[in-house]
């Protein structure tokens, strides 16, 4: 049983509970008018919550329009323009809004609204860069049932953008809300088209401003592109398998099961795990195989870590929220209790085998618990460990600064 007391003491348990339960807003809130983010419907749908930021420099998208959180415990007020989190009517914990930068207002010279190509989440730009996956555009749908992406494209989130358009947010982002980290977003495109489509946009990115980028795509048939990405500077490639229970995965994502089937997400997730050992020194490189917690038992999803982390890459887990309009949406998201061994085991798995996380400079996310902030979930302490990522932050955070000082205006 989760107490008041814990959640009060603990900011990484509270942001997990309020993943899971969502909160509801008081009449007394004026998010947009106290320079708050608007909620928006972006990439497959985890954005769809109001951006916090907790005790802890915890941020976070909490659920706030799904019918599940109008159940919620949790209701956020307003008072002498400060914002306060309550539970049953208690005082949790001070809250303050994720910054809305000047930039979200504005339009690119092609005349779309900003948000409309990228929006920040916690801290950093995320891009849906191209027309919507085409499992939900196929003869027969063969969507992911969690996923709202085929909802969002044209409401939220333009479905065409030129390289100016990105580039005009990417400066404006990095001028005015100091970002570091672009992350880039596709669905699946038939002819493996998605890496061919964001090429000219990264090297765009890391040629004129030295920035990190990452990419989140399905796995190219032909894994030595992703040498090609690793030469190119590329410094994160995701593969989202979201289920390691291999009867549900062909159930919950059936596009995936018939075009690429589990076995070969996996085999994408070793080879380019590997590739951390080549490429370009200056450019760091991390690998992620990322599931989502609440969809299959948290056995499953511990396995699931436990493999990703043996081959070298860090897990990516995502808590499932069940979004208006998908297949599931009428599902329960998971209880934070199921939840809490599984985040312990990211962060445990990932100390064990001494891999590189909480080394990106000002990358705070909202849309997942990243490992390093699980530790307070975990009873065990690692010091070697934590000293020798805290010198590779260090080391880290020094070249990266130098190298945005030698990148042009």
Known sequence: MITLDALRANPALLKLDLYCKGARLDDSCYIEGDGGRKVMRTRAGLGSGLELILPGELWTNVPVSEPFAQKSPYTIHRADGRYLLRHDGRDVSPLRLSPRPDWYDAKTGSGKPMTRIGTLQGTYLGIYQAKVCEYWTAPTKVNCKFCSVGLNLGVDDANDKSVAEVMEVVRRARDESGITYVDFNTGHYDGDTYLDILEPYIVRIKRELGLLVGVQTPPHRDLRRYDGLREMGVNRVSFCFEIFDRGLFEEICPGKHAEYGLDYYLEAVRYCAALARKGP??????????????????????????????????????????????????????????????????????????????????VHVSLVMLPEECRTLSPRRYPLTTLKLKAMA????????????????
């Open 394 to 409: 260090a080391a880290f955070g020094y070249q990266f600064r130098r190298r945005l000082q030698a990148a042009p205006a």
């Open 281 to 362: 020194r200056h450019e760091p490189w991390v690998t992620n195989g990322e599931i989502i917690g609440g969809l299959e038992p948290p056995e499953s999803s511990i396995r699931a870590i436990d493999w990703i982390t043996s081959v070298g890459a860090v897990p990516t887990v995502c808590v499932f929220r069940p979004l208006v309009g998908t297949d599931l949406e009428h599902a329960a998201p998971p209880e934070t209790e199921a939840m809490v061994p599984v985040f312990r085991r990211l962060y445990e798995a990932c100390m064990e085998r001494g891999l590189p996380i909480g080394c990106a400079p000002n």
